[in-house]
């Protein structure tokens, strides 16, 4: 099965940098996750943004805390849902000295839509589509678009005041041998609501018949892109 990053970028996937290839280039057929650990160097929010970040923290979509050298986990499981789409798992921990945040979506390749279609959180109510692109240090970049509510009958576009625009560059550092990450959500009212950078090694781990991590999976699915 060919990975959704495949899929939306199409031939230019072949001009990411190798590594990041590797990392986004596997599906659900082929057997393998990839588990990433580091640290992030600074994590940053706005106060002004401190109370639906902290809604969020419930569904473990951002959360309103900051600092410096965070230790930090990523994991990353391709399988097919339960819709039977291909869907890839961003499991992101950030281990405080008080407390384990967690950012968690999970990604599918829409060809209704023609781009990738995030839906963060534990339960998928906050479907997101993607642009991606290959950057000039060839990482890959990610930006958000469009965002759209889904719970049980209601179905609603967030307008553009009510959102943060997501600005996300990956890369690999031949020099440093480790992976780069950059990380910014922008509002279009009060600015800059939420950023973080830093690096981290990750590798293909084999994955076994039923050994993707409950913990990694959404508690609901959402059929609605």
């Known amino acids: 099965m060919t990975s959704i990053y495949r899929q939306a970028l199409g031939t230019d996937f072949d001009r990411l940098h190798p590594r990041i290839r590797e990392r986004f280039g596997f599906g659900s057929e082929d057997g393998v996750a990839s588990v990433g650990f580091g ?82 959180g534990t339960k998928q109510h906050l479907a997101v589509d993607l642009d991606v692109s290959v950057a000039e240090n060839g990482g890959i970049r990610i930006r958000s678009g469009d965002q759209r509510f889904y719970e049980g009958r209601l179905a609603f576009r967030f307008p553009a005041p009510f959102t943060g625009v997501a600005d996300v560059c990956e890369w690999y550092d031949d020099r440093q041998e480790t992976f780069k990450i950059s990380v910014q959500v922008v509002n279009p009212l009060i600015g800059t609501v939420f950023r973080y950078y830093g690096r981290f090694q990750a590798q293909l781990r084999e994955v076994g018949p039923g050994g993707i991590p409950a913990d990694v999976l959404p508690m609901r699915e959402e059929i609605r892109e």
């Open 39 to 120: 640290v992030m160097d600074r994590i940053w929010y706005s106060k002004m943004a401190a109370l639906p970040l902290h809604i969020g923290t419930y569904r473990r979509i951002l959360f309103p805390q900051g600092g410096v050298r965070v230790p930090f986990s990523i994991d990353n499981y391709a399988y097919k849902d339960g819709f039977g789409r291909e869907t890839v798992t961003w499991c992101r921990s950030f281990r405080f000295p008080d407390a384990v945040r967690r950012f968690d979506a999970t990604m599918i390749y829409s060809r209704k839509r023609g781009k990738i279609v995030d839906y963060l």
